[in-house]
């Protein structure tokens, strides 16, 4: 168990999100948090860019994802994985969460 | 135009040329490490740096020196930088030396602080009994020796609160801790007695939760991420050098910032 805790998501926005390696690869940034078609909370974070600007969108789900202090780590895909997800595009059937929402969020491993 | 700092007659350039296996060869790290064995060890200790063991002694010596430094450096008075209430990180960030997973939740009903060493009133604690003690709050930074900190908010009993309520000789030179993940530490009197010095019970105005060191973790602004103990189970007042988990691997003992 990574013991969730909860987190607001406006405290998860613009986090930094990580590859959980030593050297610590930024995969991008946190977007946005958003409720999809089916119900899943999902964190849109741009991905492919540099530092976590530019690249495009993708949406991630909550669960595949850790706190790791100020910043965010994917666990649950590996990069080759995250490459092949669609462009996230908000449509009527998505809503962004709002910033006072509190979610619960598993616990990254000690980078070192 | 020519350098004013070049010579006259400048040295004959087939000496570089004759070195230059060797020039090729050296690395920064290579050469820092080979002027702080061979330079600066030999330089200090005299010892025989084809001993591993001589060089260690030496390196804990040096160590020892350090801690002894930041301890007449310390000032008792002085308080380390405080922060907003909005700048904590919610939830903190999460370190031990074994991961997340193998956190093991300890039961706040049964669990009791274990009191030994100089101490007049060593009866047991429970939660309900530190919650009675007056409580404080402090936001400061968290500040790990693999250099990454966060902003934290703690409340809790500060550590003198605690010391003068038992009855512990604060002419000790060492309080000494012991935690349910097995990571002894121990820190000295001065910063025991710190104002900023404290027995969390809540962060960010929360209980403490699992994985952070509930029900009890030691909280002190003027030291490293390590010498702060979670899941606390003892606390020892003593004249003996009490060491630590991580000291034992030859991390400095003081461990001041």
Redesign the interface.
């Known amino acids: ?3 969730p ?4 998501v406006g ?1 998860l926005l613009h986090r930094l999100v990580l590859q959980p390696v030593e050297s610590q690869i930024i995969l991008g940034r946190v977007h946005a948090v958003i409720r999809d078609a089916h119900g899943n909370v999902m964190v849109v974070m741009n991905f492919g860019g540099f530092y976590g600007f530019g690249g495009r969108l993708i949406a991630v789900p909550i669960d595949a994802m850790v ?4 910043d965010m780590e994917v666990v649950a895909y590996t990069p080759e994985q995250l490459k092949t997800l669609p462009t996230y595009k908000a449509s009527a059937e998505t809503a962004e969460l709002p910033d006072d929402a509190i979610l619960k969020v ?7 | 135009m020519k350098s004013l700092f070049r010579p006259d007659d400048a040295p004959d350039g087939s000496a570089l040329d004759l070195h230059r296996p060797l020039i090729r060869s050296l690395e920064r790290r290579g050469l820092l490490r080979g002027g702080i064995t061979l330079g600066s060890l030999v330089m200090l200790t005299g010892c025989d740096v084809k001993r591993p063991e001589a060089v260690q002694q030496a390196l804990l010596a040096i160590s020892r020196l350090n801690d002894k430094v930041q301890a007449l450096l310390f000032d008792p008075n002085k308080l380390a930088p405080t922060y907003p209430a909005s700048m904590i ?9 074994y ?3 193998d ?1 093991k939740p300890v039961n706040g009903a049964t669990w009791r602080l274990e009191l030994s060493g100089l101490i007049q009133d060593k009866r047991p604690w429970t939660v309900e009994d530190l919650q009675g003690l007056p409580q404080s709050s402090m936001v400061i930074k968290h500040i790990c020796v ?1 250099g ?1 900190s ?1 902003i934290g908010g703690w409340t809790g009993v500060t550590l003198r609160t605690f010391l003068e309520r038992v009855g512990a000789d604060l002419k000790a030179p060492y309080v000494a801790f012991n935690t349910a993940d097995n990571y002894p530490s121990s820190i000295d009197m001065a910063t025991a007695l710190h104002p900023q010095t404290m027995l969390a019970l809540q962060y960010g105005g929360q209980t403490l ?3 952070f060191g509930f029900p009890l973790r030691l909280r002190t602004a003027t030291k490293l991420g390590y010498k702060n103990p979670k899941w606390l189970t003892s606390i020892e007042v003593t004249n003996t050098y009490p060491g630590g988990f991580w000291e034992k691997k030859g991390f400095p003992w003081f461990a001041g910032i």
Not at chain 1, 5 to 8: A, D, I, S, T
Not at chain 2, 91 to 96: G, Q, S
């Open positions: 168990m990574r013991f805790q909860p987190v607001r405290d706190l790791l202090g100020q598993g616990l990254a491993k000690p980078s070192h | 990180l919610r939830p903190p960030k999460f370190n031990a030396y991961d997340v997973v956190v693999e990454w966060y939760a699992d994985p």
